[in-house]
């Protein structure tokens, strides 16, 4: 799946394939910063003395859960760009044809829009699965941020493998493992969801354990769309309308709907038509709006 990542300033030319191939200053996010510290052979002690911080800043910038600031970019940026070396150069090439109308993506966008605690919250879950090693995506409204309609939530909700949970001798979930926040952090709820078998959710926990990267990830939007059409509440309803207008790739849920979920086809379809007319509406009232 893409990389959401802190993003960087996108150089578009387009591919032969009228795909994106996009050129990315290589931006300063904990998988450069671990990058730096590989490539230059340094442990993190020797990193955290170099940039003049400790073990625990190096090990959070390396997790995700702090950025570095002022002059800690600057050290940061000597070592990854010697003097007479050209800053390297990050090409990602995007699976989604160019579209202008896309919403802003990623992570960092979503968490944007939700409350300090939500974000404190989100970012906790996320660096204790780390720590403890077990593969998540987030999903809910964060989510839905991510694959572009940032918006409020409440609460915190990630996709995680049944290594979390821990089991009686029946097979009955009794709780979660230890190190693993929940039932909240702080004031915000906390809760995880086993995947769901058939939906291709496993083969993307699988994935997310042997990935590189460490930042904070958002489930694939196909995944995310069929989760909203299952639980069929009117903000689940909502989002989907929302996804759509951020100019998700219809065809895309469309296929995997069909292969996984075929019952959700009507439903998505109809989410779809919903978001058309919204659309229809906003540009007439523009049109208005400019006439006047």
């Known amino acids: 799946m893409p990389h959401h990542g802190i993003p960087a300033t996108p150089l578009p030319p387009k591919g032969v394939d009228g795909s994106t191939t996009i050129a990315y200053a290589y931006p300063m996010d904990s998988t450069a910063i671990r990058a730096i510290r590989k490539r230059l052979g340094l442990s993190q002690e020797d990193m955290a003395r170099a940039c003049g911080v400790s073990v625990s800043t190096i090990r959070a910038w390396e997790q995700g859960l702090r950025r570095p600031k002022g002059r800690s970019v600057q050290k940061l940026e000597a070592l990854r760009d010697p003097p007479g070396q050209a800053a390297p150069q990050h090409r990602l090439r995007s699976p989604v044809k160019a579209n202008p109308r896309r919403h802003p993506r ?16 989100a970012l906790e879950v996320h660096g204790a699965l780390e720590r403890l090693g077990l593969p998540h995506y987030v999903v809910g409204g964060i989510a839905v941020g991510a694959h572009g309609h940032p918006r409020a939530t409440k609460d915190v909700d990630f996709l995680v493998g049944d290594e979390v949970f821990v089991f009686t001798r029946s097979g009955i979930v009794a ?43 958002p489930i694939p939007v196909e995944m995310l769309v069929r989760m909203k059409l299952q639980a069929n509440r009117s903000q689940d309803r909502a989002d989907v309308v929302n996804l759509v207008k951020a100019g998700i790739s219809l065809k895309r849920v469309r296929a995997y709907l069909s292969k996984v979920s075929p019952d959700l086809v009507d439903a998505f379809e109809a989410r779809v038509a919903e978001a058309r007319e919204e659309r229809a509406r906003e540009r007439a009232f523009a049109q208005k709006g400019r006439r006047r």
């Open 175 to 217: 709780g979660v493992q230890p190190g693993v926040p929940f039932p909240a952090v702080g004031s915000v709820a906390v809760d995880y969801l086993s995947p769901t078998p058939g939906t291709g959710e496993q083969q993307a926990i699988d994935r997310a354990r042997r990935r590189r990267s460490r930042d904070l990830q």
């Open 106 to 121: 990623g992570v960092p966008t979503a968490l944007s829009a939700v409350s300090p605690e939500v974000k404190t919250a």
